[in-house]
DNA sequence: ACCTGAACACCGTTCAAGT
DNA sequence: ACCTGAACACCGTTCAAGT
């Protein structure tokens, strides 16, 4: 039986997520299916597209248009599915994030986004820029918080049965605050933000 | 004459300047110093270490307190000081980006935003996530805006003398509407969205 | 068409031993 | 205290040669 692109694509996603992003190299690839390192680059010119592929993996479906109605609705139905793409791979927000930045995804997240700012009656050029914003902080904060939620787990797995003493001291220190509250309130809040604004850019552009 | 944290340190910022992220490695660093590769691990425990530090330095004065005394003007300055310091050095974006998700680097650009914020009338919680918002959103940008530009800047010099009838085929294609307009301009505009949202945050407040 | 074998040119990190 | 020499355990990628 042949490798195929898709199965070398399944596979990588399979370590992705048992793994994670560090352990993700083309020799562990090649040896979980049973193959030379060598035989991937029939299927995949190099590293950077295979990474690109899975990012359009993990995004796929997130674009899809809204059923709201109402504009805002909307912008925030399609934050929060694409938070929920993110989130649903370990690694899942770095991924997107750099590959985003080496132009090797498709980028129907953002496209989305600009369609619905353009639905809400901002201007395309405006709503582009909406679309950029909204796609800058859903993905720093995903980011950010799957990074947090991951060292969580790292250290409760780390210090909690090592040193009993250690296990309260530093983590629940300085910044606890509401950092380690409910992430989805966290992220509600900035994405307000930002609809807020898109609100008062649309009436100020309604008054003059 | 002796190498110091403060030599290597400053060795790392040439490299970065010169040749970029991708190519600061501790060998090429070492032999930049004239030193054995091994001779790094003196001075710094690690590169995530030494990455942490060289965050610090480009963000160094990016979060002193803001001259302007009402409270958008300084969330304004801030972030236009913290986008300067990260586009003042190749890769700077990106470098800060990934030591941010690694938490090997000082908060302090995160801390000036949350005080700012605060100073605006917020509650001490909800300044802490319009801090957040406001860092992601200028790190988003600027990650962003500075691989375009480098992206730009290597495609005019790769393909512009090599082949005259594909020069303009591509590049000015799909997204070139306002994508490749003033940058400062398009950060402007997501920025301003942020503080109309903090600006209705603070109206819904005083009318409740 | 698809893969193996084997190499090329690298990495970060460690650590005995030197001065 | 600070560094060398030399190794360990890896990387991504290429490419002739095989089937």
Redesign the interface.
Known sequence: MQLRRGDVLDGAMAILDEYGLGDLTMRKLASSLGVQPGALYWHFPNKQTLLGAMADRILDGADEPSTSESWDDAIAELAHRFRGALLAHRDGA?LV?ST????LTT?RARDAFVATAERAGLS???A???G??L???V???T??EQ?RAQ?AELGALTHAPLSPDVATAQPAGA?A???DGDPAV?FE??L??????????LASRATS
């Open positions: 770095e994030a985003y930045a080496s132009r980028s395309r050029a405006y582009e820029l909406t950029y914003a796609l800058h902080y993905l720093g904060h980011v950010d990074s060292l910044d605050d509401l950092l966290r809040f900035g307000r933000l930002l609809i807020d604004g898109v609100r008062a850019r």
